[in-house]
């Protein structure tokens, strides 16, 4: 009786193998989704800096930093193993800015500190930058 479970377990080995690598993906895969992410967090950003202004409105403001925080958090997901320090880069600089939003006054609109805003988000911008030139994306 126990021979059958071996050869079982002999066949299935190669296979679960396979199924393991495949999950895990290549290094050239994990770059690539790393890439995706951080062009997304450059749409994110470019969106959050548009609706940063005199007079935008606070929930749009929220909404968009919102959007923004998830491809941060996204990017930080796939990209984390591969360039940890750009990584902690981008992510101490999405620091102020998602500090910069906590901060506003719960007012309909954004005045006061929207130009501070635009400059945190420029600065993650730029971490963004050098993270993907890191990867060769």
């Known amino acids: 009786m126990r021979r059958p479970r071996l050869v079982v377990v002999v066949l299935l080995s190669p296979v679960a193998l396979l199924l393991a690598q495949c999950s895990t993906g290549t290094p050239e895969a994990a770059t690539t989704r790393a890439c995706e ?14 609706t940063i202004g005199e007079g935008a409105p606070l929930a749009d403001v929220q909404d968009a930093a919102q959007r923004a925080g998830d491809a941060q958090d996204a990017l930080d997901d796939a990209a984390g193993d591969l360039a940890r320090d750009r990584v902690d880069a981008v992510d101490a600089a999405w620091e102020r800015v998602d500090d910069g939003i906590d901060a506003l006054a719960d007012d309909a609109a954004v005045t006061a500190g929207a130009d501070r805003l635009q400059e945190d988000v420029a600065v993650v911008e730029e971490a963004r930058v050098d993270l993907v030139a890191e990867l060769g994306c």
């Open 37 to 50: 992410r951080a062009q997304d967090l450059a749409t994110a950003l470019a969106s959050l800096d548009e």
